[in-house]
């Protein structure tokens, strides 16, 4: 995107160290590339500074990226949640960036990996054993440390330290929770509430060999860091102590069985007969876990399974319009290799886009 952005009249070169272009839009969304989220909006990012992103983002809409995508003819879909997906496949985003990039006269060389950047006092030099670049303007595009079997890796952070820019510490986000309580009972999923710190979601859950993922628990994982409490209600729509009080005479499990998953529905029942033979601090216990089940995830399945990375390169010294650092002119950061992450849902491939359109005008120069 910034690439074809900045348009023909400079020489540009994307240096790609996989030996084939974009493996994350080709995985993301199941193989359809949930390539933007028409609601997204600021509530869906975090950052250390809360508006550096905003910038950015009010330049460049879900709808500019939908364009783009209408003007090659790719049929998409609304999943759910303003979720936006590709009808056919992700390889026709892919395709349209690639050729977004051939109109402008952009220079592809894949391969380039364990390169090192350097500066003169008049150009950046790229380099390793096989290639030698200097230029005056250099992007990093380099993403962060999520999904290394696609070939993430920390070079842009290498990178920025190198110039003097700080690191906020990364974490993996959008990732399942490790924990033990339900050991037994993987595959089973439902609505839920989950809440970790302020924030609160309503979606599907499910528990896996390992713990819990699910868009709920990925979702939450946005907004947790290790030994925060994770809570949920495993039955948000109903009054559950309204339900066990009004049927005395039923057997619990039975009774959850209607509303829960007969395997979780035994797990909370268990060794429970009706409200009338159980005793009372019994039933409010088994309220407290239905409605407020408060866990600490053991941790989380780290960033070989995290959508994203939190954290990243501090936005304190960057511009927010042009995405140029104020430590060294003509050095760029964009998309996730910043500290910015987006929710589930398209967010981060909208920020990827609107911060790349972003640094790609100011390197464009006026039209």
């Given at each position: 995107?910034?690439?074809?952005?900045?348009?023909?009249?400079?020489?540009?070169?994307?240096?790609?160290?996989?030996?084939?272009?974009?493996?994350?839009?080709?995985?993301?969304?199941?193989?359809?590339?949930?390539?933007?989220?028409?609601h997204?909006?600021?509530?869906?990012?975090?950052?250390?500074?809360?508006?550096?992103?905003k910038?950015?983002?009010?330049?460049?809409?879900?709808?500019?990226?939908?364009?783009?995508?209408?003007?090659?003819?790719?049929?998409?879909?609304?999943?759910?949640?303003?979720?936006?997906?590709?009808?056919?496949?992700?390889?026709?985003?892919?395709?349209?960036?690639?050729?977004?990039c051939?109109?402008?006269?952009?220079?592809?060389?894949?391969?380039?990996?364990?390169?090192?950047?350097?500066?003169?006092?008049?150009?950046?030099?790229?380099?390793?054993?096989?290639?030698?670049?200097?230029?005056?303007?250099?992007?990093?595009?380099?993403?962060?440390?999520?999904?290394?079997?696609?070939?993430?890796?920390d070079?842009?952070?290498?990178?920025?330290?190198?110039?003097?820019?700080?690191?906020?510490?990364?974490?993996?986000?959008?990732?399942p929770?490790?924990?033990?309580?339900f050991?037994?009972?993987?595959?089973?999923?439902?609505?839920?509430?989950?809440?970790?710190?302020?924030?609160?979601?309503?979606?599907?859950?499910?528990?896996?060999?390992?713990?819990?993922?699910?868009?709920?628990?990925?979702?939450?994982?946005?907004?947790?860091?290790?030994?925060?409490?994770?809570?949920?209600?495993?039955?948000?729509?109903?009054?559950?102590?309204?339900?066990?009080?009004?049927?005395?005479?039923?057997?619990?499990?039975?009774?959850?069985?209607?509303?829960?998953?007969?395997?979780?529905?035994?797990?909370?029942?268990e060794?429970?007969?009706?409200?009338?033979?159980?005793?009372?601090?019994?039933?409010?216990?088994?309220?407290?876990?239905?409605?407020?089940?408060?866990?600490?995830?053991?941790?989380?399945?780290?960033?070989?399974?995290?959508?994203?990375?939190?954290?990243g390169?501090?936005?304190?010294?960057?511009?927010s319009?042009?995405?140029?650092?104020?430590?060294?002119?003509?050095?760029?950061?964009?998309?996730?290799?910043?500290?910015?992450?987006?929710?589930?849902?398209?967010?981060?491939?909208?920020?990827?886009?609107?911060?790349?359109?972003?640094?790609?005008?100011?390197?464009?120069?006026?039209?």
């Amino acid at each position: 995107m910034c690439g074809a952005t900045i348009g023909g009249d400079q020489r540009v070169h994307i240096l790609e160290h996989n030996k084939t272009p974009g493996k994350k839009i080709l995985i993301s969304g199941g193989g359809r590339c949930n390539f933007t989220n028409i609601h997204s909006s600021f509530d869906d990012f975090v950052s250390n500074n809360p508006h550096f992103f905003k910038s950015a983002l009010s330049s460049y809409s879900p709808y500019d990226f939908v364009d783009l995508l209408e003007r090659y003819k790719i049929p998409y879909f609304e999943k759910k949640l303003g979720q936006l997906f590709c009808k056919n496949s992700a390889k026709e985003v892919l395709a349209a960036l690639i050729q977004e990039c051939e109109n402008a006269g952009v220079n592809f060389l894949y391969g380039k990996n364990d390169l090192k950047v350097t500066h003169d006092g008049e150009s950046f030099n790229i380099y390793n054993e096989r290639i030698s670049l200097k230029t005056g303007k250099l992007v990093v595009a380099t993403g962060g440390l999520s999904i290394p079997s696609i070939g993430a890796s920390d070079l842009g952070y290498i990178v920025a330290k190198h110039f003097g820019h700080k690191i906020i510490p990364t974490r993996p986000a959008l990732v399942p929770f490790k924990d033990s309580h339900f050991a037994g009972l993987s595959g089973i999923s439902g609505i839920v509430e989950v809440k970790a710190n302020k924030f609160s979601v309503k979606e599907e859950v499910l528990i896996t060999h390992k713990g819990f993922s699910g868009p709920a628990i990925l979702k939450a994982s946005l907004h947790w860091k290790s030994g925060d409490k994770v809570f949920i209600n495993w039955l948000p729509e109903i009054d559950v102590r309204e339900l066990i009080y009004a049927n005395k005479k039923q057997n619990i499990t039975n009774l959850l069985g209607n509303y829960l998953p007969k395997r979780l529905a035994q797990h909370f029942g268990e060794n429970l007969g009706s409200v009338l033979d159980t005793p009372k601090k019994d039933i409010e216990a088994l309220i407290d876990n239905l409605t407020r089940f408060e866990f600490i995830p053991q941790g989380t399945e780290g960033f070989k399974k995290a959508e994203v990375t939190v954290g990243g390169v501090d936005t304190s010294k960057i511009s927010s319009k042009t995405m140029e650092s104020e430590l060294m002119p003509g050095l760029y950061f964009i998309g996730e290799v910043l500290d910015v992450t987006g929710q589930l849902g398209g967010h981060n491939f909208q920020w990827a886009w609107a911060s790349a359109k972003a640094a790609g005008k100011a390197l464009r120069g006026p039209s």
